[in-house]
C-alpha cells in the first residue's frame, strides 16, 4: 500500500492508487451483481427523458432523496436556544446520534443532546423506566436548569406519553416537583424538522403559559409593549439573529427572541467550553406571555405556534423568510406598526445601497432561470428576491411543502411578467427535480449541499443556499434576512453566475474570447 508516515496522502489521492483500483474492481465483480455497462448505460439516458419523467412523477409508494429531516432534529434546534438547557429526546442512542451530528457538520460546532436509550425491551414493555432513570441522570450529570423533552419514532409508534412518564419521574425523585421539563411528542415518521421546530416552540411556550406537566402556574396575562421573535428553523441562525438585534437595536424596539441559539452555533476557541449558551432565559420565556405581538420569520415553522400564541391575547405576524427588498420593507414596516417606532435612516441607506447593487448586476441575473428547492419558507423568500432580481424561479420545489403553501408561492408567480412560465412542486423529492432538470433545464439550481449530486448527475450549477451544508465553511454566519443579508444573497448567486462564465470560457484560443478581466 503506498500510506507511510513520511507521506501520509489524504483519500482523495489513496483511493486513486492502482492496489485500491484493483480492489474496487474485485469487489464490484464479485459481490455487486454488475450488469452489462452498455444496458446501465442506456437506462441511464432513459432515465432523463418525458417518458421517464412522467412516470417518476406518477410514483405514489416510495420517496427518493427527501429534502428534508425528521421531527425531533427540529426539536433539539428550539431546545439549545434557552438558557441552560438540554435536549432530552426519548428514543434510541442512534437517533440522537445523528440530529447531534446533522447541526454539528453544518456549523461546524459542537451540539449537545442526551437520550433516554431506549432498546428493544423499551420497544416491547414502553420506555417509562428509561425517562425516569434519563432525567434523574441528565438532572445530576449535566446540572441543566431546563430538560426539554421530544420523541422519536420508537416511543411514538409504542405511545409512550410523555405528560405522564414525566409526572411519573417527577414522583419518583427524578428531578424536583417544580423543575422545568418542557415536552413535545414528535413523530419522527410525519411531518419534517419545521414541524418538529412548531411543536417544540409551543411545547416550551405551553408549559411556561399554562403550566403543562404540573410544573408551572399558570400565568395571568399583563400586556406590555415588548415584541416576541420567533426565527423558525434557520441555517444562518448565527448571521440572521445577529442582524435581527441589530435591526431591533436601530429602531429601540423592546423585544425577546424566543429560543436564541445563535450563541450556541458560533461559540469562541478561548479555553472555556460553553455547553450552555442559549439566549433567552427561561424568566423571558415565561414573561413573552405578556408581549403585545408576535413576529415569526417563517410562518411554516409555526403553524401552530401562532394561533396557540393568539389564543393568548397577542397580535402574530408571520413572514415567508425574507429575503431582499420587498421582504425586508414588509417585516421593518410590521415592526414599525406594532412598536410605534420609525425606521431610521441607517436602515433606509441600507436599502438603497441594495437596490443600487441590483441595478448594477441586474443584466446577469435578468432572464436566468433558476430551480429551488428546501423548506417551504425559504423556497418563498428566495422565490420573491428571484422575481426581484428579473429572474425566472422556474422549479420551486418542497418535499414538506403542502398545497396551501403551493398556492401561496403560485399567487406570487401570478404577480410578476418573470413568474409566468415557472412551476411549484409541493411534497416532491430530489429524484423528481432530477427529472425537471433534465427535462426542463434551467441555468442554476439553488439548495443545500446535497444538491451537488443533481450538479454532477444534470450539469446544473449549484448555488448553497439553505440547511444543511456540509462542504463548504461558515456560510452561516453571514445573514440572509435584512438589507445586509439580500446583499449576501445577492452576491452568492453572482458569484456563482461569474465563475459558470469562467469555466465556460476557459478554454485558450477556443472560448476564451469572452475570459473576461471586467464584469
Not at 21 to 40: G, S, T
Not at 71 to 85: I, K, M, R
Not at 241 to 247: G, N, S
Not at 436 to 451: A, H, K, M, Q, R
Request: glycine share 8%; charged share 25%.
Amino acid at each position: 500500500m503506498p500510506q507511510n508516515a513520511d507521506n501520509v496522502l489524504d483519500h482523495f489521492e489513496l483511493f486513486r492508487g492502482p492496489e485500491y483500483q484493483q480492489m474496487l474492481a474485485n469487489k464490484k465483480k464479485m459481490f455487486e451483481n454488475p450488469r452489462d455497462p452498455a444496458e446501465v448505460e442506456r437506462i441511464r439516458e432513459w432515465a432523463k427523458t418525458p417518458e421517464y419523467k412522467e412516470k417518476n412523477f406518477a410514483r405514489e409508494a416510495l420517496t427518493v432523496n427527501p429534502a428534508k429531516a425528521c421531527q425531533p432534529l427540529g426539536a433539539v434546534f428550539v431546545a439549545v436556544g434557552f438558557e441552560h438547557t438540554i435536549p432530552f429526546v426519548h428514543g434510541s442512542q442512534g437517533c440522537v446520534a445523528y440530529y447531534r451530528s446533522h447541526l454539528s457538520r453544518h456549523f461546524k460546532e459542537p451540539s449537545s443532546c442526551v437520550s433516554s436509550s431506549m432498546t428493544e425491551d423499551a420497544a416491547v414493555f414502553g420506555g417509562l423506566n428509561n425517562m425516569i432513570d434519563g432525567l434523574a441522570n441528565t438532572y445530576n450529570m449535566y446540572k441543566p436548569k431546563m430538560i426539554a423533552v421530544s420523541t422519536t419514532c420508537m416511543a411514538e409508534v409504542i405511545g409512550d406519553d410523555l405528560n405522564a412518564f414525566i409526572k411519573t419521574a417527577k414522583e419518583k425523585g427524578s428531578v424536583p416537583q417544580e423543575y422545568d421539563v418542557p415536552f413535545a411528542h414528535t413523530p419522527a415518521f410525519v411531518g419534517s424538522h419545521v414541524t418538529g421546530y412548531d411543536n417544540a416552540i409551543k411545547g416550551v411556550l405551553e408549559h411556561f403559559w399554562d403550566g403543562k406537566a404540573g410544573t408551572a402556574p399558570k400565568l395571568v396575562r399583563e400586556p406590555n409593549e415588548k415584541i416576541n421573535f420567533i426565527g423558525g428553523f434557520d441555517g444562518y441562525t448565527v448571521g440572521n439573529l445577529r442582524e435581527v438585534k441589530r435591526i431591533f437595536g436601530l429602531m429601540g424596539v423592546d423585544y425577546t427572541i424566543l429560543g436564541d441559539n445563535s450563541e450556541v452555533f458560533d461559540t469562541p476557541t478561548d479555553g472555556e467550553f460553553r455547553m450552555y449558551d442559549g439566549g433567552t432565559t427561561l424568566e423571558e420565556a415565561a414573561n413573552a406571555v405578556h408581549a403585545k405581538a408576535t413576529i415569526s420569520m417563517q410562518e411554516y415553522c409555526t403553524e401552530k405556534t401562532l394561533p396557540f400564541i393568539g389564543n393568548h391575547g397577542q397580535e402574530v405576524v408571520a413572514f415567508n423568510h425574507p429575503v431582499g427588498v420587498k421582504g425586508t420593507d414588509e417585516f421593518l414596516m410590521a415592526i414599525s406598526r406594532i412598536s410605534g417606532k420609525e425606521i431610521p435612516e441607517e436602515l433606509a441607506k441600507e436599502r438603497g445601497r441594495l437596490v443600487d447593487a441590483i441595478a448594477d448586476s441586474n443584466a446577469h441575473i435578468h432572464g436566468k432561470k433558476f430551480a429551488i428547492y428546501g423548506d417551504p419558507d425559504l423556497c418563498l423568500g428566495l422565490a420573491g428576491f428571484l422575481l426581484e432580481l428579473g429572474a425566472e424561479p422556474t422549479h420551486v420545489l418542497a418535499t414538506n411543502g403542502n398545497q396551501k403553501w403551493a398556492d401561496k408561492v403560485q399567487k406570487l408567480f401570478d404577480s410578476s411578467p418573470f413568474g409566468q412560465n415557472c412551476n411549484v412542486y409541493p411534497g416532491r423529492d430530489l429524484w423528481h427535480m432530477r427529472s425537471l432538470l433534465f427535462t426542463e433545464p434551467v441555468d442554476f439550481l439553488i439548495g443545500n449541499t446535497y444538491g451537488k449530486y443533481l450538479e454532477r448527475d444534470t450539469g446544473t450549477p449549484l448555488i448553497r443556499i439553505g440547511f444543511p451544508v456540509f462542504d463548504r465553511h461558515h456560510h452561516h454566519r453571514r445573514p440572509v434576512w435584512g438589507y445586509q443579508g439580500g446583499m449576501n444573497v445577492l452576491i452568492t448567486i453572482l458569484d456563482k453566475i461569474f465563475d459558470t462564465i469562467d469555466q465556460n470560457t476557459i478554454v485558450p484560443a477556443k472560448t476564451d474570447y469572452s475570459f473576461d478581466i471586467i464584469r
